[in-house]
């Protein structure tokens, strides 16, 4: 993804600026703030925070009191007619079958809650998340047209199966500026495909052919290993993918994975990237197709995770940010997922679904001082914040 201003400019890392017609005049002072750099030194000194994300899922949950009712009350007793019969003295006006009754009908709630929770989110696996990255690594970077993309493709297409109802795979042949034809798949993994009510999921599978953010001149030409670029994203996915098959979301889950985001320039002038979005917005699953809202997930896995609301998404689906964030920090994420704008749009795979109408925001954390450099590796990366994401992403399908 490139950096941009707002009004029609944008602008990038490296200087460089295009037009995008697109994007609205920014509604916020400092809207036209313009990041040329995020190797800013601010990183090191990030709060880690602390994780409350069990407990405050637990708390969210209609069967709470009751399970901490339960084990209150039967730990004050041992099992055994003995001990029912010492509480007949508290409770002169109570037969003891009466209370008897009463224990066995709380535990027998009790366990009927239990057995609802994994029903209600919490069966994402960070660590899994963590071996999915691994799994991408070993098929070296994933640039459309290589051999690496081709088994990564094939990978996904395969996992996929295993996991969701339905997968859609869109192939076509993309004709660079240069003239040079690229095989490209958009993969879509559809959970209750037959449910109108949708929730559309956003990431790129591709990573980067050059370093072009590296300062070093030689290290620009080498190819980003993308663990955060492109790993990140995907690995999520395909954790998620192991949570809604064990536990089916309530409404329908469409998983899409895009190719090509990352492959050109962003300008001036913007070609041949965000080549899968682009044309998943023109070639719908179906007519009509209106998800209720959807969540593009880009760059996720930085160890010291810190992600701010873009503006682009603010102006194209609020309601969208407030609900992302909202169930974030009721899930004691806050400290991830900050109050904070980044205070320029970032033109990522969200910008065409936006503009063909589907209210897609972009969670994305752009302050990664590994972007489109050779050290985008797995080391960069920690089951942490795959954990922290996963558990977000989760619970806004539930
Ligand atoms: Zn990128």
Redesign the pocket.
């Known amino acids: ?1 490139g950096l941009s201003r707002s009004g029609g400019t944008v602008r990038f890392a490296d200087g460089r600026k295009i037009e995008l017609p697109c994007c609205r005049p920014p509604a916020t002072k400092g809207a036209a703030g313009l990041r040329l750099k995020r190797n800013d030194g601010c990183l090191a000194s990030k709060p880690s925070g602390t994780r409350r994300g069990g407990h405050a899922r637990c708390q969210r949950q209609f069967c709470t009191g009751r399970q901490q009712a339960a084990p209150h009350r039967a730990g004050r007793r041992k099992p055994g007619s003995s001990q029912l019969r010492s509480e007949r003295p508290f409770h002169p006006g109570i037969p003891w079958y009466f209370l008897s009754s009463l224990i066995l009908i709380i535990a027998i709630i009790a366990a009927g809650c239990s057995g609802e929770r994994p029903d209600k989110g919490g069966n994402f696996d960070g660590e899994s998340a963590m071996r999915y990255v691994q799994a991408q690594m070993q098929f070296g970077a994933r640039i459309p047209g290589s051999l690496g993309a081709q088994r990564a493709g094939d990978w996904i297409i395969a996992e996929m199966n295993s996991r969701a109802d339905t997968v859609i795979v869109q192939s076509w042949t993309h004709t660079t500026a240069d003239g040079k034809q690229l095989p490209m798949r958009n993969i879509l993994a559809r959970f209750r495909p037959a449910d109108a009510s949708r929730i559309l999921y956003v990431t790129h599978w591709d990573t ?1 052919p050059v370093s072009d953010n590296s300062s070093n001149l030689g290290e620009r030409q080498m190819p ?1 290993p993308g663990a955060n ?2 790993g990140s994203g995907v690995a999520l996915f395909m954790a998620l993918a192991d949570a809604l098959k064990k536990a089916p979301p309530p409404s329908g889950v469409d998983l899409l994975f895009v190719d090509g ?2 492959y050109g320039s962003f300008g001036p002038p913007m070609v041949d990237v965000l080549i899968g979005s682009t044309w998943f917005a023109s070639h719908l699953p179906e007519p009509g197709y209106k998800p209720i809202f959807g969540v593009l997930w880009d760059m996720i896995g930085d160890r010291d995770l810190k992600i701010k609301k873009e503006l682009y998404s603010i102006q194209g689906a609020p309601e969208v940010v407030d609900r992302v964030w909202r169930v974030a920090a009721e899930l004691g994420h806050d400290d991830v997922f900050v109050d904070e704008q980044y205070g320029y749009g970032i033109t990522d795979d969200h910008v065409p679904l936006l503009q063909a109408g589907l209210r897609v925001i972009d969670v994305i954390d752009i302050d990664y001082p590994n ?2 450099r050779p050290t985008d590796t797995i080391d960069k990366i920690s089951a942490r914040s795959l954990s922290i994401v996963g558990e977000v992403a989760e619970a806004l399908l539930r």
Do not use: F, L, N
């Open positions: 993804m980067r980003v670029d492109g985001e990352d972007h489109h």
